[in-house]
């Protein structure tokens, strides 16, 4: 897959999400990470390896601890892809806004050159 592909799937789990929201705190071991979720830690190892995969979050090395932490770059990435449907989107709704008013514009057009 594509890394944007990657990043929009590592997103669309709201377990991964949720770790992501605990990294943007700060640093973390997979036991910290672990703690608010009723699943084992190799479930969470494996949602880890999806996000270290598309780049979300990198593992240090202190000692015989891996901090995990968030890594930006792959979101600002989703947000560039995003904004370039923002645009299109906002241009759309802007024409939309102003098209009642073109169609008020040639109903009286056409009531005036009436007999």
Known sequence: MDPLSDTLFALADPTRRAILAR???????????????DISLPGVSKHLKILERARLISRGRT???RPCRLETAPLQDVDGWLTDFRTLWNDHFDRLETYPGTMQANDDDTDRSKP
Not at 23 to 37: D, R, Y
């Open 23 to 37: 990294l943007a705190e700060g640093e973390a071991t997979v036991n910290e990470l672990a703690a608010p979720f």
């Open 63 to 65: 000692a015989q601890w």
